[in-house]
């Protein structure tokens, strides 16, 4: 499997991306803990208050390390996991469960042109309405 169906295969999995989530977040606390000198359930506080953007103030990075993570952690819901969760849901909403699979589509084409064959060399002409 490629990247790019990797990712389609993270993205269209509520699982997967719940999982890469909780990954993510606990080794953005795990980092910060550790440039911070603070406990890790603190840091995993603060790291849930940061990525749901609700940044009550009452933690906050005061080292140079602390605050790259700070903006990596803000930076990737933001950019990646917000957007990602949202296309999942989008997708479910949208997808028309009556559309024919490429599989289907193939085979039609196939019976089509066997037809179209068929209908040359037996010398009927094909018919068309207009």
Do not use: C
Request: proline fraction near 4%.
């Amino acid at each position: 499997m490629n990247k790019p169906e990797r990712f389609v295969q993270l993205v269209n999995s509520p699982k997967l991306l719940t999982i890469f989530s909780l990954v993510f977040l606990f080794l953005e606390s795990g980092i910060y803990a550790m440039f911070e000198k603070k406990n890790f359930l603190d840091s995993l506080w603060w790291a849930l208050i940061t990525a749901t953007t609700v940044g009550y103030g009452d933690s906050y990075p005061s080292t140079t390390g602390g605050r790259f993570v700070a903006v990596s952690l803000v930076l990737g819901m933001i950019l990646f996991l917000i957007p990602m969760i949202t296309a999942s849901i989008a997708s479910k909403l949208i997808v028309n469960r009556d559309a024919f699979t490429h599989e289907e589509q193939e085979d039609m084409k196939r019976v089509l042109n066997e037809i179209h064959r068929h209908q040359i060399e037996s010398g009927k002409p094909a018919v068309r309405d207009k």
